[in-house]
């Protein structure tokens, strides 16, 4: 909100401080990936030293900063590496330094913004303990936009605490307030929210009369679940009222089949979705399957349940920042990452912490330069295996975080970002690397010895930059050791997916184009479910392809999963959880 504030008032004709502008845009564009939390590549674009090392303000236009930001969006080297800047931008940052290139009250200017940050959450914190559920920001929006979650809840609210969601009403964006059983009472005290896009009401008992009168103020409204609620006939009333509403939940409510068939008609841009029950078998596996998701454009890992097929409800979620990997404990808990250097193993059920690493500050060495975690897993004894790209190497450490041991990795073209990809440990006990700069799943023992490898085939084409459906190359993301002894393998870029045997033979292949009407972009995470069947993600496809699919060995597809609502263009990692009702004891429902 700050950058598109600041770039409006130059259009208007505004004067503005020019190097105000150029901070602007530096912070929204460069700090992420070269700030104080993540410094790629060792540069850090937030501090006079490291701006000064990429920037020559004498001859500007020679310098490397100049010409990264300068090149087209489908070139590797691009800065920002989602896409070249728009022109306003670009042209604020040339006029910048075209003008000297000056510095002076940049990095206050961070400061200021980061405390500010910091203070809102405070604030936000407080709100949700005072009104009893969950105040943060929207995921993938502007931190102007809020979301409010009771889905959690076990207790009612008071009213005096619904009342102060008041104070932000107008920057709520999204609210869940799934299973939810108040007093008729306390739905009146919740405020009238007239921005919000998305209302997540299943299962709960929100008096139809009261959301007659409280739905319309809202007339951005876009998403509505009323999913087993009381809702019925009178719901058309609102359709004219809600001229934003794109998708209508409506499964087990009062509405009848023939009343859904001629709302349909009545308005066919409306996507609704509902009977009076479920149908009998409304799962292709027989029954409602959960998924656990990470999308870091959304900012966004989610434990998601499917109501219908195609239709999810929100079970968890929490923000992240970058995220490589995850993984679902036996014990009901989620080991993931919510920025490139930070675990956490969090409780769905509650929301509490129970185990955090830090590699920027733990276990380090004297000399080690900039990390990044794109790998981990969670072993027998509460052991968890670490890789550190940059480090260039694994680590086993115990729930103290005390470094129990070791294994330095073998990297060709060292980078801290693209080091490694996923890692896992073997049931022989060896450890399975994917090296994406390097193209080359390495399998080492515990003293770093590499025992086997395999070098992803370029299948005789020239490497092309990005990251879509039109790159290629040999970037494999993870790898998978079979009973067989086979190892089956995404190629990340290479849209693709290979197994092979020992002898390095593949002998089985899917490739980019060979399922109907789905075209792979860069394949990530793999799982092989108990029936055999193997769960693809398809990261960077754009909106016209499966997120994440399920084929089996003769390629025919099982199951596929879209939602570029709540996941965007950048869902890296999902996992299946095969037993959806209880996991070794630990129920979410």
Not at 27 to 49: I, N, P, Y
Not at 100 to 110: L, P, R, Y
Not at 491 to 500: A, C, D, P
Request: with cysteine; aromatic share 8%; net charge negative.
């Amino acid at each position: 909100m700050w950058l598109h504030l600041l770039l409006w008032g130059s259009m208007v004709g505004f004067t503005q401080d020019p190097n105000q502008e150029a901070a602007a845009v530096l912070q929204a564009r460069c700090w992420s990936c070269h700030g104080a939390e993540k410094a790629k590549g060792g540069l850090r674009l937030d501090t006079e030293e490291g701006l000064t090392s990429v920037l020559d303000r004498e001859a500007w236009q020679e310098s490397e900063f100049a010409y990264r930001i300068g090149l087209p969006s489908e070139d590797s080297d691009v800065m920002p590496p989602d896409g070249s800047l728009p022109a306003e931008e670009l042209a604020v940052l040339q006029n910048w330094m075209k003008a000297g290139a000056e510095t002076i009250g940049f990095f206050d200017q961070v400061k200021s913004a980061a405390e500010n940050r910091r203070a809102e959450q405070q604030r936000l914190a407080e709100l949700g303990r005072l009104c009893g559920g969950r105040v943060d920001f929207a995921a993938g929006a502007d931190e102007s936009w809020l979301a409010v979650d009771f889905s959690l809840n076990t207790a009612t609210p008071s009213a005096e605490g619904l009342a102060a969601l008041q104070t932000v009403a107008d920057r709520i964006v999204e609210i869940s307030l799934a299973k939810q059983q108040w007093p008729e009472a306390v739905w009146q005290v919740l405020p009238a929210m007239p921005k919000l896009r998305r209302v997540h009401f299943q299962a709960s008992n929100a008096p139809p009369p009261w959301l007659q009168s409280w739905l319309p103020q809202s007339p951005e409204l876009e998403y509505l679940n009323l999913h087993s609620t009381s809702v019925g006939s009178e719901l058309s009333q609102l359709f004219p009222k809600l001229s934003r509403l794109q998708r209508l939940v409506l499964y087990q409510t009062k509405v009848s089949e023939a009343e859904l068939e001629a709302w349909q008609r009545s308005w066919p841009d409306l996507q609704i979705s509902g009977s009076l029950a479920l149908p009998a078998e409304p799962f292709q596996h027989g029954s409602p399957r959960r998924l656990l998701a990470a999308d870091a454009s959304k900012k966004r890992i989610a434990l998601i349940q499917e109501t219908a097929i195609g239709h999810f409800e929100l079970l968890w979620e929490h923000p992240i920042e970058q995220l490589h990997d995850l993984q679902w404990l036996a014990d009901g808990r989620v080991l993931f990452q919510d920025r490139w250097t930070r675990i956490l193993e969090i409780d769905p059920k509650d929301g509490s912490l129970h185990w955090s690493y830090d590699a920027a500050a733990q276990n380090r060495r004297p000399g080690d330069g900039p990390i990044e975690i794109h790998a981990f897993q969670r072993l027998a004894d509460d052991v968890t295996l670490i890789a550190e790209s940059g480090a260039a190497r694994l680590l086993e450490v115990d729930r103290q975080g005390t470094l129990l041991w070791q294994i330095p990795l073998q990297v060709d073209r060292p980078d801290p970002h693209h080091d490694t990809r996923l890692v896992r440990k073997t049931p022989t006990g060896t450890y399975l690397v994917c090296h994406e700069a390097d193209g080359v799943v390495r399998e080492y023992d515990r003293q770093g010895r590499v025992l086997w490898f395999y070098e992803v085939p370029l299948f005789n084409r020239k490497p092309a930059s990005g990251w879509g459906a039109d790159a290629w190359g040999n970037q494999v993301f993870a790898a998978i050791r079979l009973p067989n002894g086979h190892t089956l393998l995404s190629t990340g870029n290479g849209h693709g997916v290979l197994e092979v045997n020992p002898d390095k033979q593949i002998v089985w292949q899917l490739r980019q184009d060979e399922l109907p009407e789905i075209r792979l972009a860069w394949v990530t995470t793999l799982q092989v479910l108990k029936n055999g069947n193997i769960v693809i993600g398809n990261c960077h496809g754009e909106e016209a392809q499966p997120q994440i699919l399920e084929i089996d060995r003769q390629k025919k597809i099982h199951w596929r999963f879209r939602d570029f609502e709540r996941f965007g263009n950048s869902l890296s990692n999902g996992f299946i959880l095969e037993d959806t009702q209880v996991l070794s004891g630990h129920s979410l429902r």
